[in-house]
């Protein structure tokens, strides 16, 4: 290792935010926070690290490492223990320094704090906590944090960082257990999973004394509400129920947290209390009747056989939704302890108000789209995230174990999980019905919806004028905002097709699965799914050429080819 022990700080941010750029779990959206008087900052409810919020101002946060030394030999990692590259590491006051200064000429709107493990989890923990208590506190930053859990942490100090931070998160690394343990041998599923469910219980506790200040759901837990499916409230996943309310009104400054340069709690009064129970639990998805259209009847028939047949072989429900051994290796025990320092911070900002999330590494230890995204279905209804982010593997280390990607990183295949991701957060899809284990990649010519939508003619077209909300949401170019739009205009009048494209409705991929007033757009439109699939493919063009090569059936020349 090169350690630049006498670095300059400008020396140091050059490494860490170097070292930063392979976490893309960096979005604040789910928090919005006002000024308040003597503090610095505010947070909009906006994606940031360069992204565009919903009024088209571009936000940007500083995304550092606290540090990039570490003990763990991940494969994958450029950080890697055994790995030659500049090390650095900053004090919780340089990172301080650093986020004021930024703020105050308007550079950032927030941070996110990640790191590697250095010395242990508790230390490098402590570090963090030590930088967010001097930023909220001394420096009276009242912007948006983001930061990362240390898996193998202690609770407390876990809980400590949620009081401080926005938005937390605990990447999972590797979407299969196997994977985890062949290129992360330091780290185990259980490890990651624990400090999840402290954070979950943790947020619906703070969500059961300050209501929505509290912090606010995910998209999939209304999107499941919607649809009448069951999702844990993380009532049931605590040992016990603390008088919250009462502790909220009664001395809720009183006695907090100052943490020393060694982490320590300042004084015995400050200590932690007792370490929170490492544990966790299982929610069941008992998903109930569906009425309406003929989509949504066959759906549910289709998911009713499933059903049975689970029943039938003693298999749960619920864990039908990802292969056995990924399964298992989400499951926690049922309880979880809940928060225990409600005193000694201001709670007014909640617990992790603007939820959590994680990070998966795709590519790297060949795992499939359909173990992916029943994975990461699990983590949405099991642990209510926020956000699934997918990284394509990028080969920094030259390691055997590792694959040899020719033709680079997979960044198609990471695009087309972000989209199946959302068709499970805002569009009520399932992974078994977007992917199975005969089928169990996406089609990287066409869209995760296109190519659901092409599996199930039999559903198509749907006439916009009588279409439910779900029917519409599952119609490839309608969205979730379109949707809404066509519902509400239909109370006043037929729609046609140039309302539609009022509405925002992709009509270039939107005509061949639809109707206005039994007719489509164009009378040469075939409802077949090779008309439609070349189609869909023209529009990319980058991938005709290579789809028609796929797609070439060859034939016996004949001498009367001619005259047809």
Request: neutral net charge.
């Amino acid at each position: 290792m090169i350690f630049a022990e006498h670095a300059s700080l400008e020396e140091k941010l050059r490494i860490l935010s170097d070292a930063a750029k392979y976490d893309v779990a960096c979005t604040s959206s789910g928090v919005s926070r006002q000024g308040k008087d003597g503090y610095i900052g505010n947070s909009s409810a906006a994606g940031i690290c360069h992204s565009f919020s919903a009024d088209g101002r571009c936000i940007s946060l500083l995304k550092i490492l606290f540090t990039n030394e570490c003990i763990y030999n991940c494969k994958y990692c450029i950080n890697r223990v055994t790995n030659d590259v500049p090390r650095a590491t900053f004090t919780p006051e340089e990172v301080c320094q650093l986020t004021m200064e930024f703020y105050r000429r308007n550079y950032i709107e927030g941070l996110f704090l990640s790191s590697g493990i250095i010395q242990s989890a508790d230390h490098t923990m402590e570090l963090i906590c030590q930088t967010l208590h001097d930023l909220r506190t001394i420096h009276r930053f009242h912007g948006y944090i983001h930061c990362k859990a240390i898996p193998g942490a202690s609770p407390e100090l876990v809980e400590m960082a949620g009081w401080y931070a926005d938005r937390m998160s605990v990447n999972m690394e590797l979407p299969t257990a196997d994977g985890l343990r062949q290129l992360a041998p330091n780290k185990d599923r259980r490890q990651i999973l624990t400090p999840m469910r402290q954070i979950q219980s943790g947020m619906e506790e703070s969500r059961e004394a300050l209501g929505m200040k509290g912090g606010n759901r995910s998209a999939y837990w209304h999107t499941s509400r919607r649809l009448g499916r069951s999702m844990p409230d993380g009532i049931s996943q605590r040992s016990e129920a603390p008088r919250l309310k009462a502790l909220n009104r009664e001395e809720s400054h009183v006695g907090k947290v100052a943490v020393v340069p060694g982490g320590k709690a300042a004084n015995a009064e400050c200590a932690f209390s007792k370490r929170a129970d490492r544990s966790g639990g299982v929610y069941k998805n008992a998903e109930s009747d569906r009425s309406g259209a003929v989509m949504q009847d066959h759906l549910l028939q289709k998911r009713s056989d499933a059903a049975l047949q689970q029943q039938s072989s003693g298999i749960p429900a619920q864990q039908s939704a990802v292969p056995k051994r990924e399964a298992s290796s989400l499951v926690l025990p049922d309880t979880a302890a809940g928060l225990t320092q409600w005193r000694r911070h201001d709670t007014g900002r909640g617990f992790v108000p603007a939820g959590q999330s994680t990070q998966m590494v795709i590519g790297a230890a060949g795992e499939s789209d359909y173990e992916i995204m029943t994975v990461s279905e699990a983590l949405y209804q099991r642990f209510d995230l926020k956000r699934v982010f997918y990284s394509a593997f990028i080969n920094v280390n030259q390691d055997a174990a590792l694959p040899a990607l020719e033709s680079g990183p997979p960044l198609r295949r990471e695009h087309r999980l972000y989209q199946a991701d959302f068709l499970l957060r805002y569009y009520g899809f399932e992974a078994d019905e977007l992917l199975s284990p005969s089928r169990p990649n996406f089609n990287v010519f066409l869209d995760p919806k296109c190519d659901w939508a092409l599996g199930h003619m039999e559903l198509f077209p749907v006439e916009i004028n009588t279409a439910d909300y779900d029917t519409l949401l599952r119609v490839p170019g309608i969205g979730v905002k379109s949707a809404s739009r066509i519902i509400k205009a239909r109370r006043t009048g037929s729609l046609d097709y140039r309302h539609l494209k009022k509405m925002g409705v992709v009509l270039k991929r939107a005509i061949y699965f639809i109707t206005c007033n039994g007719r489509m757009m164009y009378d040469f439109l075939k409802v077949e799914e090779d008309f439609i699939t070349r189609r869909l493919v023209g529009e990319e063009k980058a991938l005709q050429q290579s789809y028609e090569q796929d797609q070439i059936h060859y034939q016996q020349l004949s001498l009367f080819d001619f005259m047809t």
